[in-house]
C-alpha cells in the first residue's frame, strides 16, 4: 500500500460526513427517509451517515455495476435490487463517488418509477471534470480532481476498501 497517498484523511472525511448528515436531519425534520446504498463502496459512507442522522431511517441496497477495473462500461446493470417498496417515501441515494454520473442516472430515473415521494442523491465524492450526464449531489461531502480513489468503501479490484482514509493511486 506505500503507493497510495492521503487525499482526505480519517478525522476530515468523518467530520464532513457529520456536517451532511445534521444538515439531512434538518431537510428532513418529523420525516422517515429511506437510505439506499450503492453496493458494494457505500457501505461504510452509509453506515457513519445514518449514525450520525438523528430522525427515522430506514437502510435498504442495490448493487448495480458498470465498472471493470478502473474504468466505467457506460452498460448498468442491476445485480440486487431493493427489497421494499418505496412508494410515497422519502428516499436518498448513497453513492460513494459520481464519476462520469452514468450508473447514479440509470439508478435515479429506475426509483423514481417505483413513486416515492421525492429522491435525492448524497455522495462521498464528487468529480464533476469526469461527469457525462447532467447530475449533480443534493448532498456531497467533497468535489475533488481527476485521480483514482481508493479507501472508506472504494476500492480498487476488491482491494483497499478498509482503508479508515480516501487516498489515491499514483
Do not use: W
Not at 119 to 137: F, H, N, Q, Y
Request: with cysteine; net charge negative; proline share 2%.
Amino acid at each position: 500500500m506505500s503507493n497510495i497517498k492521503v487525499l482526505i484523511d480519517k478525522k476530515k472525511l468523518e467530520e464532513r460526513i457529520e456536517e451532511l448528515a445534521n444538515q439531512i436531519k434538518h431537510d428532513y425534520e418529523g420525516k422517515q427517509i429511506v437510505l439506499i446504498g450503492l453496493l458494494k463502496g457505500s457501505v461504510m459512507f452509509l453506515a457513519k451517515l445514518a449514525e450520525n442522522i438523528e430522525c427515522d431511517v430506514e437502510l435498504d441496497f442495490m448493487d448495480v455495476s458498470s465498472y471493470e477495473g478502473t474504468e466505467s462500461t457506460g452498460n448498468v446493470k442491476i445485480n440486487k435490487d431493493i427489497r421494499d417498496s418505496i412508494e410515497g417515501k422519502d428516499v436518498i441515494i448513497v453513492e460513494d463517488i459520481i464519476d462520469t454520473g452514468n450508473t447514479l442516472s440509470y439508478v435515479l430515473e429506475y426509483l423514481k418509477q417505483k413513486s416515492p415521494n421525492s429522491v435525492k442523491i448524497a455522495t462521498m465524492l464528487s468529480k464533476p471534470s469526469r461527469r457525462k450526464v447532467d447530475l449533480e449531489a443534493d448532498y456531497t461531502c467533497f468535489e475533488i480532481e481527476d485521480k483514482f480513489v481508493v479507501g472508506y468503501g472504494l476500492d480498487y479490484n476488491e482491494k483497499y476498501r478498509n482503508l479508515p482514509y480516501i487516498g489515491y493511486i499514483e
